[in-house]
């Protein structure tokens, strides 16, 4: 999201959220949903609707219309699901040659908005998250995936942007959004670069910044089916401790001197460290 539910499907939907997501149409949730669900429902009502004849009421009339329902059906919603199965296909195969086709930062700042959410779905996705995505709504309309591993909930905004810098607020407005949703951690996504406020800002907070330079990477190394490791990449943890984010470091000293690993940002009061 891997089950299906959390892997397309996004939940808690509608303007009242406090992630400001998008609202679902039932067509969209099942062009999310694997092309497998739509065609095992075209199946399945194909052979099951005529056999559900033996359970209708003996009562003429409410006979003749539940089976005038029932006749309609095993040919309708076939018809439906087989289409909504093509469609979820056709979708996965466009995302993945979207993909496939990028050659660096320029073809990524060319992807349509929409193309390019899905797009990091897919990476991600590759990575061993569950994605929870969208299908419609505005270029800019908060957070635009949700991925879940382990039990943690990460939310990710994308910004699409040429040139142009992302700011320290627009940074505080993913925090504002993770901590009203309960997330753990966030991370912000752009074809372009940072400010130094904003940089500074989520040292020792649990929000990844994926600047044009590193996606580029992250992109290249799923393309060619091996993991992005780096250090700087990972998301941040929590520190099993004392709660506070976990931020890459080097070891300076010792058998283990020039090593990255993970320490808690609130050293030298907590001294946790992991790989």
Known sequence: MRYFSARRVQGNQGKSSPMSRRKESLLAIFILLPWWVSAFLAIFSLLALPGLTAFLPTEPF???????????????????FTLLALAAAFRDWRVKSTLAAQSGLDSLRDVHWKEFEDLLGEVFRRQGYSVEETLGGGADGGVDLVLRRSGKKTLVQAKRWRGKLVSVNIVRELFGVMAADGADSGILVTTSAFTTDATSWVRGKNIKLIDGKELAALVKSVQSGRPYSSPETALPGVCPRCGSALVPRTAKNGPNAGNRFFGCSAFPRCRHTQS
Do not use: E, H, T
């Not at 029932?70 to 018809?79: E, F, Q, T």
């Open 62 to 80: 409410a006979f003749a219309v539940l089976k005038g329902g029932l006749s309609a059906g095993k040919v309708i919603l076939p018809i439906v």
